[in-house]
């Protein structure tokens, strides 16, 4: 599995910004995609998953209410949308996918990771 990111770059706080990842070389119905990001001197963090067979969705509790993830399975194309974004959302975003079925916010749960995107949000 192959895991491309794109749409990052910088924006004002408040903004919109929609990140993409495309995904070939699997069988993704199997498969559950996660956004996870990491600020410089921060670990990595989660931010949103859902699962390619059902569109189930879940969402880091910063994110909630914010960002929205989904996915276009004849593009096979996974993507966040975040709205209100502020200084702190300011990292490095990676898409990822795993074939867990717990503990989804879990990093170590994802073999696959594309080569992240940076968002920088100023003030």
């Known amino acids: 599995v192959q895991l491309q990111a794109s749409g990052g770059g910088s924006v004002q706080a408040g903004g919109s910004l929609r990140l993409s990842c495309a995904a070939s070389?699997?069988?993704?119905?199997?498969?559950?995609w996660g956004w996870f990001r990491q600020a410089p001197g921060k670990e990595r963090e989660f931010v949103s998953t859902?699962?390619?067979?059902?569109?189930?969705?879940a969402y880091g509790d910063f994110a909630k209410g914010r960002f929205t993830i989904s996915r276009d399975s004849a593009k096979k194309v996974v993507s966040l949308q975040m709205n209100s974004l502020i200084p702190e959302d300011t990292a490095v975003y990676y898409c990822?996918?795993?074939?867990?079925?717990?503990?989804?916010?879990?990093?170590?749960?994802?073999?696959?990771w594309g080569q992240g995107t940076q968002l920088t949000v100023s003030s």
């Open positions: 070389g699997g069988t993704f119905r199997y498969y559950t």
């Open positions: 990822a996918a795993s074939t867990a079925q717990s503990y989804l916010d879990d990093s170590r749960q994802y073999t696959y």
């Open positions: 859902i699962r390619w067979n059902d569109g189930t969705k």
